[in-house]
C-alpha cells in the first residue's frame, strides 16, 4: 500500500496546521484522518475523536511526532510527504525561483505566489525541511524526477484548485480574504458562499479520495467566520494529499530549480 501525509503548514508558529493521511487501496485512496492542528492529529493515533468545534493551538509539529503518528494510522510508513509551506535545500532570503515561477504560470488567474523570507516561515520552514529530510524525505526539486517516493513535496493549494475544480480563477475559499472576495457582503452572507466553496472542494476531492470526514455544517449554525478555519486548514491539507497523489502517479511538474519546487497538478 502507498500512503499520503499532507500538511497546510502554517508561516508562524502561533497558527495551527492543518494535517491529512491518504492511503491507497487498489486504484482508490481513503482519507484515514483528517485534522486542523498537529495536536489534533496526534489525537486521532491515540484513538480520541477530533473536535471541530475546537480553536487550534499552534504548535511547531516535529517531524518524527508526525510520521509516527501517521505510521499509527496506517499501519505502515509513510510513502511522502506533501507540505503547503516554501521549503527549500538553502536558506530562504526572499523569493525563490520557485515562486517566480508559479507566479509567472499563474498570475493570470489570481494564483501567485506569496513571498516567503527570513522571518515567514523563515526558520518553521527551515527546521520543518531539516527534520523530514534527517527523518528520511528529502525536498523534492527539478532534479527530482516525478513520483520518486519517500521525499517532502512543496505544494500551493490555489493552482491544484484550479485543476480540481476545472476553473479559471483563484478559488475564494480563504476565511480571512472573505470581506475582499466578497465587499459589502455580511458575516453571514460570506459564512454562506464560503461553505459553499469548501463543498465544491470537499466533492471535488471525493472524485479521487474516498472517507473524507469533513464535517461541513449548515450555514445557520455557524457563529464565526473564526469557526471555519479549522475546515479550511483540514481542506487544505487533504488538497496536498491529492497533489500528492498525482504527483506519484506521474501527473504533476516541478516549478522552480534544484533548490526548491512547487509541484503542481497537471490540467
Do not use: N
Not at 499520503?4 to 484515514?32: F, H, K, N
Request: with cysteine; aromatic share 6%; charged share 20%.
Amino acid at each position: 500500500m502507498t500512503t499520503i501525509l499532507g500538511i497546510d503548514a502554517a508561516w508562524t508558529a502561533g497558527e495551527p496546521s492543518g494535517v491529512a493521511l491518504v492511503q491507497q487501496t487498489g486504484r482508490r485512496w481513503r482519507c484515514l484522518a483528517s485534522a486542523a492542528s498537529y495536536a489534533a492529529f496526534v489525537e486521532l493515533a491515540d484513538g480520541r475523536t477530533p473536535d471541530w468545534t475546537r480553536t487550534g493551538v499552534g504548535t511547531v509539529g516535529g517531524a518524527e511526532k508526525l510520521l509516527d503518528a501517521a505510521s499509527r494510522l496506517a499501519g505502515e510508513p509513510t510513502t511522502l510527504v506533501t507540505v503547503d509551506m516554501p521549503v527549500s535545500t538553502s536558506p530562504i532570503l526572499g523569493r525563490r525561483a520557485a515562486d517566480r515561477e508559479v507566479s509567472r504560470a499563474f498570475g493570470a488567474q489570481w494564483c501567485s505566489a506569496h513571498s516567503p523570507g527570513p522571518v515567514r516561515p523563515g526558520p518553521l520552514g527551515a527546521e520543518l525541511s531539516r527534520q523530514f529530510s534527517e527523518a528520511g524525505y528529502p525536498v523534492a526539486t527539478t532534479s527530482t524526477p516525478g513520483g520518486t517516493r519517500h521525499r517532502l513535496v512543496e505544494v500551493y493549494p490555489h493552482p491544484a484548485l484550479l485543476v480540481l475544480l476545472q476553473r479559471d480563477r483563484r478559488v475564494p475559499y480563504k476565511v480571512g480574504k472573505s470581506s475582499r472576495y466578497w465587499q459589502g457582503a455580511s458575516i453571514d452572507e460570506r459564512i454562506a458562499r464560503l461553505l459553499i466553496e469548501f463543498g465544491a472542494i470537499r466533492r471535488g476531492l471525493a472524485t479521487h479520495i474516498d472517507d473524507i470526514a469533513i464535517p461541513l455544517p449548515h450555514a445557520e449554525t455557524v457563529k464565526s467566520l473564526a469557526a471555519l478555519k479549522p475546515l479550511e486548514d483540514a481542506l487544505d491539507a487533504l488538497v496536498c494529499c491529492w497533489v500528492g497523489c498525482e504527483y506519484l502517479e506521474g501527473r504533476s511538474f516541478p516549478l522552480g530549480d534544484e533548490t526548491a519546487a512547487v509541484w503542481c497538478p497537471r490540467a
